[in-house]
């Protein structure tokens, strides 16, 4: 079974001075394997497009076996998704690479998942928005006591369409 390597990394410190007077940054890695019963479903789903046997299925079958498995990518993402694994550009993938290209996606929805119940954290009023009062509050019980030009700043630099507030989009856009 392969596994799939994603690198990052992280800032920490053990004060909030430190972390703003240094840039102590470590390389981390996070290994996603697949289960038994996971990568049998993924082995019969691509076996099932692998038509003439060689261990390869078109790239173009790839969205077959991805909806079969309870994914709904749009084109753009799907192609994104095979010109990741597929280098070579044969319109072919192994199943190696189509493994890779799922893990992939899995990861990814984990991420977005992740990202939408910060966004709820700070959404405590449910509009579907994060405003300066939402920021205030949440700092406040985590304890990290920010000024009011400091959330500003951060309601700044995510709010997109300049109206003040944080929609979920923004959110979702925000990287650190």
Not at 23 to 49: C, G, W, Y
Not at 74 to 98: C, P, W, Y
Not at 158 to 166: T, Y
């Amino acid at each position: 079974m392969e596994e799939t390597v994603v690198s990052g990394t992280i800032a920490y410190s053990n004060s909030e001075e430190d972390l703003n007077q240094s840039s102590k940054v470590n390389e981390i890695k996070a290994k996603l394997t697949l289960t038994n019963a996971q990568e049998q479903d993924l082995r019969e789903a691509f076996n099932l497009l692998d038509y003439t046997g060689e261990g390869k299925i078109r790239a173009e079958d790839f969205r077959v076996a991805i909806k079969a498995l309870g994914y709904e990518p749009t084109n753009e993402e799907l192609q994104t998704m095979i010109r990741a694994v597929d280098k070579g550009d044969t319109g072919k993938l192994s199943f190696e690479n189509f493994e890779t290209a799922i893990m992939r996606k899995i990861m990814a929805l984990d991420s977005d998942g992740d990202i939408m119940k910060s966004f709820r954290l700070f959404d405590d009023d449910d509009s579907g928005f994060i405003n300066f009062e939402n920021v205030k509050k949440v700092s406040q019980i985590l304890g990290t006591y920010l000024t009011d030009e400091e959330i500003e700043e951060m309601i700044d630099d995510a709010d997109k369409d300049f109206d003040g507030l944080v929609s979920c989009d923004d959110f979702l856009l925000v990287r650190l």
